[in-house]
Nanobody, 123 residues
Framework: QVQLIESGGGLVQAGGSLRLSCAAS????????INWFRQAPGKEREFVAG????????YYADSVKGRWTISRDNAKNTVSLQMNSLKPEDTAVYYC????????????????WGQGTQVTVSS
């Protein structure tokens, strides 16, 4: 059983930056691929960024590619999402999720979820 806790959300103006963190406990963190998803009011949860268990592969949604960077530190059991050039449409609750075995970005394939952290970008 892996517990995930997100932090780092908040209110920021358009063009600004935030750094989200996902801290894991209760399992062997280094075997899990980690994804970030987001969900805006009235919308489905969507994939935004992911990183393989080793950190050797990263994945991004087209909407955030070139603006955001995902990284992980397996020694500290953490994954970070550096979000630059934020836009009002990035406003959502952001969740980290873990999955072992083959990498996937499909919501229902994730094994563990955090509780989410709110990101609000004002125009």
């Amino acid at each position: 059983q892996v517990q995930l806790i997100e932090s780092g959300g908040g209110l920021v103006q358009a063009g600004g930056s935030l750094r989200l963190s996902c801290a894991a406990s209760g399992g062997t963190f280094s075997i899990y691929h980690i994804n970030w998803f987001r969900q805006a009011p009235g919308k489905e949860r969507e994939f935004v960024a992911g990183i393989s268990w080793s950190g050797g592969n990263t994945y991004y949604a087209d909407s955030v590619k070139g603006r955001w960077t995902i990284s992980r530190d397996n020694a500290k059991n953490t994954v970070s999402l550096q979000m630059n050039s934020l836009k009002p449409e990035d406003t959502a609750v952001y969740y980290c999720a873990a999955k072992s075995s083959g990498y996937s970005t499909v919501v229902w394939r994730m094994a563990y979820w955090g509780q989410g952290t709110q990101v609000t970008v004002s125009s």
